[in-house]
């Protein structure tokens, strides 16, 4: 089978990788690519372990087909910290104890970004209903809306200091 | 949505135990970097898929897999034929189970049952390979249910299987496994003292561990007759130990490097893949990788059991709960071993009541064999009983907290299921919700309040850790059992505490089978506990080889030195402070490198107590059920870490909300799973939810050198009862089958069902 040739952005990075024509953007991701923070929870679009920022929606990467991405800018987990530093969602995260396993983590921290991006200062109940497609098993979902909460109080903090400067590590 | 607060009694004056540092492994767990199962690729590796059974149970007649073997980059196939005869391998029935789970031979017993695998250049070209076997099944009838495979002429699933238990042993097989039995005083006496006796039968569906992390496993069998497995479970060394079993091959020859584990809940102490990949590895002469869908998952992994449990508890007017007598039966799965066992010890445990008797069945039924679930057994049985206490209190007009009060196991109460308990918290953790704000915050329409309690044993078994002093004053705790939810940092932060260094100088880490000394799965709450415990005496070992070595360079009696903050010190004042640092910096002059291990077989576990409460609101035009608050209040014993003992609490709560409102299999008439799927099979999303509120109970456990219970399943065994019963106080309507779904809350609250 003729595989095909895709150029995009990810992470900054300018990316080329061969793909097959029903191979989806998730395992494109993590076989041609090499970016396994990406993950699979059920391939049907229902967890959001996945979840990737593509041209700055978030979306689910087992949904989506690989050559459907050509001339796109993508973000995943892997993108999130910025020369050297945490994205002040990954610090909140750490600091708040909202992982236990973490495999879902990846998932969350994009969906959130997305979300922060957005709308920079949600309530809780939004933050719970952006939040609703990606699953978490472990926690119980608590920490981790304190945790999205606490980084959406940071950022204000740090824009209306005038700092543009993320709270990190 | 309401406030929260998070109350932690602080602990006897420590410096890092009860502090919240960020975890060891989290940075990884942050940025995308940390390797689960499924993350591993090796050069040269195929991709494996599994060929399953479409029958809930069916006559293998036979099995062609040539077409499937001459399609291109097929490597290797293998069938039950492959494997040795799990009736020959000469060890426990429980083992031949295991084995004959992995892969069928003559017969299938479930839907979603192995028959084969394949290893191919692509998992696409695998998949196709693998719908390419031709395999020949004769049906056969099925069960589904406890009633069914009960029944006097219910089809069997074993044709040798006789009950054990039984007084006199049965002559005639039948699908009950086992029956337990537990009994004291005399239960006619005991009902005659009642004033109000409440009786009733519940049902529960099966519900899956759910973890997001679907099984997987890498293998790469040598050539030398070994073979290394990498994946992610609770524990690598009984992954050894059971995978050497099937193949029939000496542990030792399999070395297991564990993955990080995306959540398991007890799902992941068994095996599924690893022995398929070993043999299409062996068999193929390159490494394989197999990796399940969600479907096959919820197909053929976990679940935990369905139940149906009759309970009947006798209570007088002034709250002396007089009697109670239990009925269950646990759903097994294709094989024996359901937790009927822990149902039954657990039901009653949390009370002193002094007549009783509880029967329990484990029955086998056409479905997939059941596997651990957090307090694997309890939460079914606690919602039986803790349902019919709660229609009781209401029956005397008593708060139902008080009624638990009155009856509530206390030390020197001897357990239901045996012993005295030793110190125990139960108490604490009812008077903890008793005199929560929650507990008297006002109610709107159709709005209810539920509490129930809950009890688990815990578990100590084996583990072993060794410490390492590095030359720059750092140390590595290398441990064996893997991190499922944060205990590389309650690791961290006992060693701490015991060297009296900062925990940031501590390395934690999970290591291999060959590596660190044997260690039982993380599960039952344990690893806290035990590998804790193991990890403390080696750092003893550790201060006491220190002040040795102190006492060398000073050239005085080791009575004379303390290990004080981190340092060597002369008790006289006489000599400048050692640190670690300097005296690993010179280890190499005063007797080598300084490194301890510990190994040990935990005793001294201390039992688990939960009290929790739940308003809900019940819509009555729909029958969905809103969790508005919940507040749960648990004996940590000592919280190490209290963020991870936060966690467990509320994950464990939000478990047992799903099981409670929506979460089942759902299987057709030919006992085909209709929901293997996230969007059908509907877990709890954030939505869904309020702030799960958390008091943490330290009562400590005198066994343990930190006073650790362990805190990882008990969460899970009340929320059943305590929604049901917040369901009842809102609408009047006492629901008995799980899960209370909209349609059957609002069959209940019109009136179509039992009300
Ligand atoms: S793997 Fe894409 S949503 Fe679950
Ligand atoms: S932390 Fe395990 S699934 Fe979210």
């Known amino acids: ?169 | 949505m309401t406030v929260t607060e998070e109350t932690t009694t602080s602990g006897p004056g420590y410096k890092w135990v009860g502090t919240r540092p960020i975890r060891p492994d989290g940075l990884d767990k942050v940025t995308g970097k940390a390797r689960f199962g499924a993350d591993l690729a090796l050069p040269g590796m195929l991709e494996g898929a599994v060929l399953r059974s479409p029958h809930a149970h069916a006559r293998i007649v036979s099995i062609d897999t040539r077409a499937a073997a001459a399609m291109p980059g097929v490597k290797a196939i293998v069938t039950g034929a492959d494997f040795p005869d799990p009736a020959e391998l000469g060890g426990r029935p429980d083992e031949e189970m295991v084995a004959a789970n992995i892969i069928a031979r003559d017969k299938v017993l479930y839907e979603g049952h192995v028959v084969a695998a394949v290893a191919a250049t692509s998992r696409k070209q695998a998949q196709r390979a693998a719908a390419a076997i031709e395999v020949e099944y004769q049906p056969l009838e099925h069960v589904l249910t406890v009633d069914e495979a009960m029944a006097d002429d219910a089809p069997l699933l074993h044709p040798d299987l006789k009950t054990r238990g039984m007084d006199p042993a049965p002559e005639e097989p039948s699908n009950i496994a086992s029956r337990i039995s537990h009994e004291r005083g005399d239960l006619d006496k005991g009902f005659a003292e009642a004033d109000l006796v409440v009786e009733r039968t519940f049902t529960t569906k099966p519900v899956h561990q759910g973890y997001i992390e679907p099984h997987a496993a890498v293998a790469d069998a040598g050539e030398n007759g070994r073979a290394t497995i990498w994946c992610s479970s609770q524990g690598h060394f009984a992954m050894r130990t059971m995978t050497a079993t099937v193949l029939g091959w000496e542990p030792s020859k399999l070395k297991v490097i564990p993955a990080e584990i995306g959540g398991g809940f007890g799902g992941k102490t068994v095996i599924y893949l690893e022995p398929l990949a070993v043999a299409l590895s062996a068999k193929s002469g390159r490494p394989v990788r197999l990796v399940m869908d969600r479907d096959e998952v919820f197909r053929a992994s976990g679940p935990t059991s369905g139940t149906k449990i009759r309970v009947k508890v006798g209570v007088t007017n002034d709250g002396q709960l007089t009697a109670a007598e239990a009925w269950m039966a646990y759903e097994a799965g294709a094989y024996p071993g359901s937790p009927v066992g822990a149902g039954g010890m657990t039901i009653l445990a949390p009370y002193d009541i002094p007549n009783f008797s509880v029967e329990g069945f484990d029955v086998v039924v056409n479905k997939p064999k059941v596997a651990a679930y957090r307090a694997p057994g309890a939460p079914m049985a606690a919602f039986a009983l803790e349902s019919v206490l709660d229609e009781l209190a209401a029956g005397i007009g008593m708060d139902p907290v008080e009624l638990r009060l009155r009856n509530a196991a206390v030390e020197g109460t001897q357990a239901s299921y045996g012993p005295k308990f030793p110190r125990i918290g139960f108490v604490e953790t009812l008077e903890a919700i008793r005199d929560h704000d929650h507990y008297r915050a006002p109610l709107g329409p159709n709005q209810g309040r539920g509490v129930a309690s809950g009890f688990w044993f815990n578990a100590g078994m084996n583990s072993s850790a060794t410490v390492h002093v590095n030359e720059d004053g750092t140390m590595t705790v290398v441990v064996g059992t893997p991190d499922i939810g944060g205990s590389r940092a309650s690791m961290g932060l006992m060693a701490a505490e015991e060297m009296g260094i900062d925990v940031a100088k501590i390395q934690s880490i999970v290591a291999d089978t060959e590596t660190v000394g044997f260690n039982d799965v993380t599960g039952g709450s344990r690893v806290t506990l035990a590998t804790g415990a193991a990890v403390v005496e080696a750092c003893r070992s550790i201060k006491a080889d220190l002040r040795a070595r102190a006492a060398k360079t000073w050239d005085c009696d080791i009575e004379e030195v303390e290990w004080v903050d981190g340092q060597a010190q002369h008790a006289g004042g006489g000599e400048t402070p050692l640190s670690l640092q300097a005296l690993a910096r010179k280890s190499g002059r005063t007797g080598g490198p300084i490194s301890a291990t510990a190994s040990l077989n935990a005793r001294g576990v201390g039992a688990a107590f939960s009290t929790q409460v739940c308003d809900v609101e019940v819509d009555p035009e729909t029958g969905e059920v809103t969790i508005l608050r919940f507040t749960t209040a648990q004996d940590a014993g000592t919280a190490i870490h209290p963020s991870y003992v936060e966690g467990q609490m509320q994950g464990g709560v939000v478990q047992g909300i799903g099981w409670a409102l929506n979460e089942e299999y759902i299987h057709d008439r030919d006992g085909r799973m209709e929901n293997p799927g996230f969007l059908d099979y509907r877990i709890p999303v954030a939505s869904d939810l309020p702030m799960i509120d958390t008091v943490v109970v330290e009562v400590p456990n005198p066994a343990h050198p930190y006073g650790v219970r362990g805190v990882g399943e008990v969460g899970i065994v009340p929320p059943l009862a305590a929604v049901a019963n917040a369901i009842a106080a809102a609408t009047g309507c006492r629901l008995v089958d799980l899960p209370m779904s909209p349609p059957r809350v609002l069959a209940a609250i019109t009136g179509k069902a039992d009300g």
């Open chain 1, 1 to 169: 089978m003729t595989r095909t040739h895709i150029t995009c952005t990810i992470n900054g990075d300018e990316v080329e990788f061969l793909c097959d024509q029903d191979e989806t953007l998730l395992d494109a991701l993590r076989d041609e690519v090499g970016l396994t923070g990406v993950k699979e929870g059920c391939g049907t679009g229902d967890c959001g372990a996945c979840s990737v920022l593509l041209d700055g929606r978030v979306t689910c990467a087992c949904l989506v087909f690989a050559p459907e991405v050509d001339g796109t800018t993508m973000v995943t987990v892997e993108g999130l910290a910025e020369a050297g530093q945490l994205h002040p969602l990954q610090q909140c995260f750490l600091e708040g104890a909202a992982l236990q396993c973490g495999v879902c983590t990846p998932g969350f921290l994009v969906a959130a970004k997305a979300l922060l991006d957005r709308n920079p200062d949600p309530t809780e109940t939004e933050v719970r209903y952006a939040l609703a497609g990606n699953l978490c098993r472990c926690t119980g979902y608590d920490k981790i809306i304190r945790a999205v909460l606490d980084a959406a109080a940071d950022m204000q903090t740090a824009t209306n200091g005038g700092s543009t400067a993320a709270t990190t590590a």
